[in-house]
């Protein structure tokens, strides 16, 4: 007798199992909410993805940390951001900052977010920066925001020019950055925030050699006192 199988509570119904035309029967088909399940699982692994992907990406642009980042001591430059073949991260790094890259004729930027003990600079401590500089005709130290602002201060003072400053008898170049005055050459910090450095090469021979630049050749950023 086919359909039906006999347990001691009475006859137990029996689906009879769909067959191939080869006669061998067939798996039987997900249910619905497997189905849904699997498709769940998957689409969170895109979204994770492309999560790690999008904040990786991110930090890169903001951080300067990305692709062609050349770092010497606190100072990360990125020399082919001038460049007209520049690859997408560095336009993005451009696109992001709003800054106008220098060219590779025309010298090279650095910037600096943390001290040389790689603390963040921030502006309730006070800082030392002091050495030399790499070969070049003209440079600019300045101080701005995390966005590359410059930050507004009482004394209007945003940074010096190598024509401007002082230095010692053998050439070397100290700046002090706090936001207490201070005798020689002081950059004012106008915020208790972050705050980054910019150092600009023009015209130098270096431009396109950063990586070959002994960090001894640039000057150092020594944190003093936090208030």
Same mark, same amino acid.
């Given at each position: 007798?086919?359909?039906?199988?006999?347990?001691?509570?009475?006859?137990?119904?029996?689906?009879?199992?769909?067959?191939?035309?080869?006669?061998?029967?067939?798996?039987?088909?997900?249910?619905?909410?497997?189905?849904?399940?699997?498709?769940?699982?998957?689409?969170?692994?895109?979204?994770?993805?492309?999560?790690?992907?999008?904040?990786?990406? !991110?930090?890169?642009?903001?951080?300067?940390?990305?692709? $062609?980042?050349?770092?010497?001591?606190?100072?990360?430059?990125?020399?082919?951001? $001038?460049?007209?073949?520049?690859?997408?991260?560095?336009?993005?790094?451009?696109?992001?900052?709003?800054?106008?890259?220098?060219?590779?004729?025309?010298?090279?930027?650095?910037?600096?977010?943390?001290?040389?003990?790689?603390?963040?600079?921030?502006? %309730?401590?006070?800082?030392?920066?002091?050495?030399?500089?790499?070969?070049?005709?003209? !440079?600019?130290?300045?101080?701005?925001?995390?966005?590359?602002?410059?930050?507004?201060?009482?004394?209007?003072?945003?940074?010096?020019?190598?024509?401007?400053?002082?230095?010692?008898?053998?050439?070397?170049?100290?700046?002090?950055? %706090?936001?207490?005055? %201070?005798?020689?050459?002081?950059?004012?910090? $106008?915020?208790?925030?972050?705050?980054?450095?910019?150092?600009?090469?023009?015209?130098?021979?270096?431009?396109?050699?950063?990586?070959?630049?002994?960090?001894?050749?640039?000057?150092?950023?020594?944190?003093?006192?936090?208030?």
């Amino acid at each position: 007798m086919s359909g039906a199988a006999f347990a001691p509570g009475g006859p137990v119904s029996r689906r009879p199992s769909a067959a191939r035309p080869d006669g061998q029967a067939t798996a039987p088909a997900a249910s619905p909410r497997r189905r849904l399940g699997g498709l769940a699982g998957a689409l969170a692994v895109m979204a994770i993805g492309l999560g790690v992907g999008l904040g990786a990406t !991110w930090f890169a642009t903001g951080t300067g940390a990305g692709f $062609g980042s050349v770092k010497v001591g606190p100072w990360v430059s990125h020399p082919r951001n $001038g460049a007209i073949d520049a690859d997408p991260y560095s336009k993005a790094v451009i696109a992001r900052s709003g800054e106008i890259p220098l060219g590779l004729g025309e010298g090279l930027s650095f910037a600096a977010t943390r001290d040389g003990a790689g603390q963040p600079l921030i502006g %309730s401590c006070s800082y030392r920066v002091v050495g030399r500089v790499p070969p070049t005709r003209f !440079w600019t130290l300045t101080l701005h925001g995390m966005d590359g602002s410059l930050i507004p201060n009482a004394a209007q003072r945003f940074g010096f020019t190598s024509g401007e400053v002082v230095r010692d008898g053998k050439g070397v170049v100290t700046v002090t950055v %706090s936001a207490d005055a %201070s005798p020689g050459n002081w950059l004012p910090v $106008g915020s208790r925030g972050r705050f980054q450095l910019a150092l600009r090469l023009y015209d130098t021979p270096v431009s396109g050699t950063a990586s070959a630049i002994d960090a001894g050749l640039m000057p150092r950023i020594e944190r003093e006192a936090c208030r």
